[in-house]
């Protein structure tokens, strides 16, 4: 049974520097890649992150590229989420790509975990 289970996000002040963790269960870790997403109310959901666990090429989106990384430990995946902007509210995913690499697309992921709501105060 394949489980995703993002956590770690609340409230924050603008310029906070918060850590997401997504547990993983059921795959077999090395062989994936794990993708963060955010959405915000009334909007698409869009990539923020990606890790691929299996050669540790990492994705970006422009928005994020110099604030957040990502890093893995024992079938753990964090996002390290730095100088926190209003913008950057959203609710959090995390998901498992089908193969060792993920990148932005979503149609590349095919387990995702709940959610976790981030959100910045001016």
């Known amino acids: 049974d394949v489980q995703l289970q993002a956590s770690g996000g609340g409230l924050v002040q603008t310029g906070g520097s918060p850590r997401l963790s997504c547990v993983v269960s059921?795959?077999?870790?090395?062989?994936?890649?794990i993708g963060w997403f955010r959405q915000v109310p009334g909007k698409e959901r869009e990539a923020v992150s990606c890790?691929?666990?299996?050669?540790?090429s990492t994705y970006f989106a422009d928005t994020v590229k110099g604030r957040f990384t990502i890093s893995s430990d024992n079938a753990m995946v964090y996002l390290q989420m730095n100088n926190l902007k209003p913008e950057d509210t959203a609710v959090y995913y995390c998901?498992?790509?089908?193969?060792?690499?993920?990148?932005?697309?979503?149609?590349?992921?095919?387990?995702w975990g709940q959610g976790t709501l981030v959100t910045v105060s001016s």
């Open positions: 998901a498992s790509a089908l193969g060792p690499y993920g990148g932005s697309s979503e149609d590349r992921y095919r387990y």
């Open positions: 059921g795959l077999a870790f090395d062989a994936i890649a």
């Open positions: 890790l691929s666990i299996y050669d540790g």
